[in-house]
């Protein structure tokens, strides 16, 4: 059964009443909310659900991850049957005391995502590739696939991925993309705009890693965190499964 209730996942409301959280973090979720919710995002989807309390956050700090996996089960038990809510979580990272470079970021952030595997108390989903080289892999945590994805103040071309001062990591579970899948003509139509948006945004066509889940001439692994460039992402993932 999912932890529930955790202190550590907040809302929107927790930001505007709240007097108990990090002044770091109170400052990132400020321009985090303003960049989104600027009329030119390019997301439709973020920028209505941060107008409409629909999102959630947690955070951590350098030396402080403990509550982290107990916060994201608490996020996934916003899913209900009764609950049709396409919710989206964002945990932001502690900044650093000088900006550092995208590798660095980038290696930060599948250590978190490693943690939460290593944490996780449930089972990955029989029949769920373990290798994120296979094309159907997925990362997974409490037994939900979720689509994560990277955003930090090295990007400097890729604006869209630019969210403030701190690391911040987006976890779509893959259950809100249902009906707007790769392959379905509501969820085509609807990548196709926000991308003809993103790329309007950042002057710089998509990048060649970004495709849809399933496509089997795609590491879903590299779009978590792309690059700050049209550069394909070459080597291993960092991810391993902790049974390999």
């Not at 409409?52 to 089960?73: N, Q």
């Not at 000088?98 to 990955?124: A, T, V």
């Not at 792309?226 to 960092?238: L, N, Q």
Request: hydrophobic fraction near 30%; glycine fraction near 6%.
């Amino acid at each position: 059964m999912l932890t529930k209730n955790s202190s550590f996942l907040l809302t929107k409301d927790d930001f505007e009443q709240a007097d108990h959280l990090p002044d770091w973090l109170l400052r990132e979720y400020k321009t985090f909310s303003e960049t989104v919710t600027d009329p030119t995002f390019p997301c439709f989807f973020g920028m209505t659900a941060q107008r409409r309390g629909e999102l959630r956050y947690s955070y951590i700090e350098h030396d402080k991850w403990d509550h982290l996996p107990e916060a994201v089960e608490s996020f996934l038990s916003l899913f209900t049957p009764e609950n049709k809510t396409r919710h989206g979580l964002f945990i932001f990272v502690e900044p650093e005391s000088e900006e550092k470079s995208i590798d660095y970021y980038r290696s930060y952030f599948w250590d978190i995502l490693q943690y939460l595997h290593e944490q996780d108390r449930f089972d990955w989903p029989a029949g769920a590739p373990k290798d994120p080289e296979h094309y159907l892999w997925d990362f997974h945590f409490a037994g939900e696939p979720i689509f994560a994805f990277g955003n930090a103040p090295a990007y400097k071309q890729r604006k869209t991925r630019d969210l403030g001062n701190s690391l911040v990591l987006g976890f779509q579970p893959r259950k809100i993309f249902e009906g707007l899948e790769g392959t379905e003509k509501g969820g085509i139509m609807s990548r196709e705009k926000v991308r003809a948006r993103v790329e309007a945004w950042d002057g710089l066509p998509k990048h060649p890693d970004i495709s849809h889940f399933g496509d089997p001439d795609h590491n879903e692994w590299k779009q978590f965190f792309i690059g700050d460039d049209i550069e394909p992402i070459k080597g291993k993932c960092p991810f391993h499964h902790k049974d390999s």
